[in-house]
């Protein structure tokens, strides 16, 4: 299940008592939910947003900060959204609330990016903007390869005023586009726990971080296992070959084998998972690992002469196919 709901959910119950950071909120609330639009020749400031709780906020932070009183709405899901979704909606003082907010400029041009003044502000504001953003048009997925923090932009200016915005308190995000919808994203692990921190979300950000450090314990267990798995299967092979070569080279020295070089192969085949060391411990008396590889060795190199001299099969000829030394 996605983290996002219980991102917004304690996103929406942060309420920063400065006006700045009220106003910057709700303009990027606005910016990034729909914006501006031309009704009957009137500018009209609307918000679709995906749940009640966040519109009625909306509207009340509008009548609050700008005293006038918007519509609400249930309207069809759009923009590929499933189910419902909420409309705040304002006709009548529609400009003059898109230009105090700043999402209309001097000339009554809508702005492209986000107001000036809230991609300078202060701390407080540029957080307040990012919280705005992601309650409007923002997700999480969960920890692992492809997490993510995203927030679809209206625009192109609006994903790189909002990338400013990130890297001036500290969130690592890029600007990109997909399948034609400008987004601003956040990948890195860290960075998202960042991310949501500043937002306010402190305690989706501490269970998001757990559970991905959860996560990576995980995955690091399981490729110590399976480097564990593969060193065994190697392990196993190489023994496989060395015991057959040793069978190999008493086959073809038989009773030329010096009782010292004998002893160490009868030694290999009798323990056959067991590591030179433990070889050495077998022996009587016990030798070094060295001892006992140094002793192996020379078999195999007199036998293998042996056979080049008469033109048989060496010690290699007995290793099955697949496995190697």
């Known amino acids: 299940m996605s983290p996002t709901p219980d991102v917004k959910t304690e996103l929406a119950a942060v309420r920063d008592p400065r006006a700045t950071a009220r106003v910057a909120e709700l303009t990027a609330i606005l910016r990034f939910s729909g914006g501006l639009h031309s009704i009957a020749g009137r500018v009209a400031v609307e918000a679709e947003l995906d749940s009640d709780l966040l519109a009625r906020r909306v509207a009340r932070d509008i009548m609050e900060l700008y005293g006038v009183r918007p519509e609400l709405h249930r309207v069809q899901a759009s923009g590929g959204r499933t189910g419902g979704s909420f409309a705040v909606r304002l006709i009548d003082g529609g400009e003059t609330l898109a230009r105090q907010t700043g999402l209309l400029d001097q ?10 003044k809230l991609t300078t502000g202060a701390r407080h504001d540029l957080a307040a903007v990012w919280r705005g953003a992601f309650l409007a048009a923002g997700t999480l997925s969960d ?5 993510a923090l995203e927030i679809s932009c209206p625009s192109g200016e609006a994903a790189m005023a909002l990338v400013g915005a990130a890297h001036r308190i500290g969130i690592a995000a890029k600007a990109r586009e997909v399948r034609g919808v400008p987004r601003v994203v956040v990948r890195d692990g860290e960075a998202i726990r960042v991310a949501l921190a500043e937002m306010g ?4 950000a501490q269970a998001w971080e757990e559970l991905r450090q959860r996560r990576e314990v995980r995955a ?14 190697r392990s196993a092979q190489a023994a496989v070959a060395a015991c057959a070569r040793v069978e190999r080279a ?41 001892a006992v590889a140094g002793r192996i060795r020379r078999l195999l190199a007199m036998a293998d002469k042996k056979a080049t001299a008469e033109g048989i099969p060496g010690t290699e ?9």
């Open 143 to 147: 920890p692992g390869r492809s997490a």
């Open 107 to 116: 000339r009554r041009r809508p702005v492209r990016g986000l107001p000036n």
């Open 250 to 290: 008493l086959e073809i020295l038989a009773d030329e084998v010096p009782e010292h070089l004998r002893e160490a192969g009868e030694l290999r085949l009798a323990h056959r998972d067991a590591s030179l060391d433990e070889l050495g411990h077998h022996a009587d008396p016990p030798l070094t690992k060295d």
């Open 220 to 233: 690091g267990v399981n490729r110590l296992v399976n480097f564990d798995d593969a060193n065994l299967r």
């Open 317 to 325: 000829s007995a290793v099955p196919e697949g496995y190697e030394d």
């Open 201 to 204: 979300a402190v305690h989706t």
